[in-house]
C-alpha cells in the first residue's frame, strides 16, 4: 500500500465515519492514522464529537417553538391586514384572509386552533369599534356594527 497526506487522510475520514468508504479507503486511514499522531488526534476527536448524545428533545421543543413563533406573526400580520381593510374598498379580501388565518392555526396549532378565532374575535371588534368612533359614529352604532363585522370575519375564520 501506498502512503496518503494527511489532507487525502482527512477527507477520507469522513467517507470512513459515514460509512461510505470502500475497504481499501478504510485501511489506507488505518494505517495512516496508526503512524501520523496528528491525523489519529483529529480522527478520535471526531469520533467523540459523533458519540455525544444528541437531546432529540431539545431540538423539537426549538423547532415547535420556532413553528408557533411563525404562526403567531403570521397570524397577528393577517388579522390586523384583515381589520386595516374593512372599511375600505378591499374589505372583500377578508372572506379570502379570515379562512388562510384560520386554516394557518388549524394546521399548526393543532388543539389550540381555537385561540386564532379568538384572537380574530377581539381584534376585528376592537378594531371596528376604534375605526367607528374615529369617523364620528355614535359609540351605541359602533358597539352594534362591529358586532357584524366580528362575528363575520370569526365565522369565516373557524371555517375548516
Known amino acids: 500500500m501506498e502512503n496518503i497526506s494527511c489532507d487525502v487522510c482527512i477527507d477520507l475520514m469522513m467517507l470512513v465515519k459515514d460509512n461510505a468508504a470502500s475497504d481499501d479507503s478504510i485501511k489506507l486511514v488505518n494505517k495512516h492514522i496508526s503512524e501520523c499522531e496528528e491525523c489519529r488526534r483529529v480522527f478520535e476527536e471526531d469520533r467523540e464529537a ?3 448524545p444528541i437531546n432529540d428533545s431539545e431540538i423539537l421543543k426549538r423547532i415547535k417553538r420556532r413553528i408557533s413563533i411563525i404562526t403567531v ?3 397577528v400580520i393577517g388579522t390586523l391586514t384583515g381589520v ?3 372599511n375600505s374598498m378591499g374589505m372583500f379580501y377578508n372572506f ?3 379562512p388562510l388565518i384560520g386554516g394557518i ?3 399548526l396549532l393543532n388543539k389550540k386552533w381555537y385561540y386564532v378565532s379568538i384572537f380574530i374575535a377581539v381584534t376585528s371588534y376592537i378594531g371596528n369599534f ?3 368612533i374615529m369617523e364620528s359614529v355614535s359609540i351605541q352604532e359602533s358597539l352594534i356594527g362591529a358586532v357584524y363585522f366580528t362575528a363575520a370575519y370569526t365565522f369565516c ?3 375548516r
Open 50 to 52: 459523533l458519540e455525544r
Open 73 to 75: 406573526i403570521m397570524v
Open 84 to 86: 386595516v381593510l374593512t
Open 96 to 98: 379570502i384572509i379570515m
Open 105 to 107: 392555526g388549524y394546521i
Open 130 to 132: 376604534v375605526q367607528n
Open 157 to 159: 375564520c373557524s371555517l
